[in-house]
């Protein structure tokens, strides 16, 4: 089976399950959470910086996204729809905690962690941290939208809504800046 067709599959299978969704099948959100979950945490870590808050910010996405099933126009890839609502929230999170001047100091240990059902040994772990670290927020957010989630330069422009020559050059710039730090550990 070619990659386009398993691609195509991924996205026809989240469909059906935003589909059920709409029809009020819980089974369909826990099936759509496992197939999302790790690309959309990662995304919504990039942008608060908090693991706490992204949790929070995770939760509240597939419930908004549960409740908005219905209102789901098919275009392809329900996964860009997916991440305007997390980053919406996310930043709805941080426009909060500045208000309140109150946002939590980004815990440097659990920032860009991975949960210990990833599959990932401590020393990858660490690597990981330190390699993200390097990165700023917006390359931070191209590259887990781009490695992470398998979404192509032009869907991440959407999402992030960037030039897609903007995303092209910080993508390149990032993995520069990760090929260096990598090279250095």
Known sequence: MSTQQTAADGRAFLEQ??????????DALAEFYEKTRDALYGFILAIVKNQQDAEDVLQDTYLRIYGAAGGYQATGSPMPWVFTIARNLALMRLRQHARRSDAPA?????LFDVPD????????????REVMRSLNDEER???MLHAVGGFKHREIAHILDLALPTVLSKYNRALKKLRVQMKGE
């Not at 059920?20 to 819980?26: A, F, P, T, V, W």
């Open 17 to 26: 399950c935003l589909a059920r969704m709409s029809l009020g099948d819980k």
């Open 117 to 128: 059902d990833r599959g990932l040994d401590p020393d990858e772990r660490i690597l990981l």
């Open 141 to 143: 957010q191209i590259v």
């Open 106 to 110: 980004g815990d440097d240990e659990s």
